[in-house]
């Protein structure tokens, strides 16, 4: 492994990867049996219209903040790896709207096919990737950056 990581957090990882995996998968079945039996099945919103909620984003701030002052404080303390763990729903959470924006942002500009490139880029260089889509994903939740993305540059 690479230094700085330790088993806990790849198992970790990749628990939370193949949970997604796995509701994507199970929506799929499911919207393609709903077909099949004509049912009628409301269609998921489009990617870029999905946005981190405000409460989400703060909690992610104030928790990550605190376990830093924690850390910083009290280095022998084990109360810092609790808000570290307590964090990791927020952080995750704007990790993935910094990648949906990304996302969003390649598309419009006509580099779809670079989208999982980048993707890959960003899983392989995680200690500079990861404060960058926390930072974006947390700018998404709090500022009218996709509406500047999808309308061109432009303030409506």
Known sequence: LPS??????????????????????????????AKRLKISFPSARPLSEWRM?????????????????????????????YLMVAAMPGLLAAVFYGYVLITVFLKKNGMGRMVFLIVVLL????TVALPVLVFLGIMDSFTDIRQRVLSGGKRE
């Open 4 to 33: 700085g990581w330790n088993l806990r957090t790849l198992i970790y990882a990749g628990l939370v990867i193949s949970c997604v995996l796995e509701g994507g998968i199970i929506h799929m079945i499911t919207m393609l049996v």
């Open 123 to 126: 899983f392989i260089v995680p």
């Open 53 to 81: 909620p405000k409460w989400a984003a703060v909690y992610a701030i104030v928790t990550y903040v605190s376990a830093m002052i924690c850390t910083v404080k009290y280095p022998e303390s084990q109360y810092s790896e």
